[in-house]
């Protein structure tokens, strides 16, 4: 699948902005700073991402829930 594909529902980072697809997705992970690029839960959100361009299917659901993941971590208690 090309990074245009889009999820299914817009990955929402706040009341402004969405991610709409994969390669939007990439893109605002790319502008974290270097140091959180390389925290787990990004890592992990990239590869996802990786894997839903090359294989597309459920990777797209599961590199939308690894976003929502990534960017709510702060929020667990």
Known sequence: MPW????DD????????QLLTL???A???MQLPEDAQHEPRWQTAVETLINAAETGG????????????A????RRD
Do not use: C, H
């Open 58 to 69: 459920g990777w797209v659901m599961f590199a939308r829930i690894a976003m929502l993941r």
């Open 71 to 74: 960017l709510n971590a702060d």
């Open 4 to 7: 245009s594909t889009a999820f």
């Open 23 to 25: 390669q939007e997705a």
């Open 10 to 17: 817009p990955v929402r980072v706040s009341s402004k902005l």
């Open 27 to 29: 893109d605002y992970i």
